[in-house]
């Protein structure tokens, strides 16, 4: 395994495709399901289906943002702790993954319920997870911010070219 040190640039660009294929997976999921109910193919249209599914949906979406947002800050706090801006960045990183799949999986599950039921109430939930997804794209003054970097550390994110973590890959 080996250590490749990433620039600024690199690393937003990373972050932001991750970002952006999460969302993609959302928005092409939601596409398919609603093509596929626009040709009858999955649908049910027992309503009690529709009721047992109202509330799974609704524990899902709830579950998602808040448990993404506990671990996000618990997380959060761990890294403003550190002295590195190497150690910070490697772990702000994890911390947004972790994050953003909690967010997605709040918006899979109403998808889903929409495939089987064809019942717009869960398309137009997911909408408001992939919205609220959506917002949440990484950035280097939300990172600047979130772990409260001293002037010297925002003036490295700022620089494209300035060395700010590690990545670990294999070889």
């Known amino acids: ?24 997976g959302q928005v092409l999921f939601a596409l398919v399901a609603l093509l596929l109910n626009t040709q009858n193919l999955m649908t049910t249209t027992e309503d009690s289906l529709k009721n047992i599914l109202i509330p799974i949906v609704l524990i899902f979406i709830i579950n998602g943002v808040i448990t993404g947002q506990i671990m996000y800050k618990k997380r959060l706090d761990k890294l403003k702790k550190e002295d590195s801006l190497f150690q910070k960045m490697s772990g702000y990183r994890s911390v947004i993954i972790v994050r953003l799949a909690f967010l997605e999986s709040a918006s899979f599950v109403p998808i889903i319920a929409y495939l089987l039921t064809a019942n717009f109430v869960f398309l137009g939930s997911a909408g408001i997870a992939i919205t609220y997804f959506f917002m949440l794209k990484p950035s280097r003054n939300k990172a600047a911010m979130d772990l409260e970097l001293s002037p ?17 890959s294999q070889n």
Do not use: N, P
């Open 1 to 24: 395994m080996t250590t490749q040190k990433q620039t600024s640039g690199e690393y937003f660009k990373a972050l932001t495709i991750v970002h952006f294929a999460l969302l993609a």
């Open 152 to 168: 010297a550390d925002k003036i490295k994110i700022v620089d494209d070219t300035a060395i700010i973590a590690e990545v670990k």
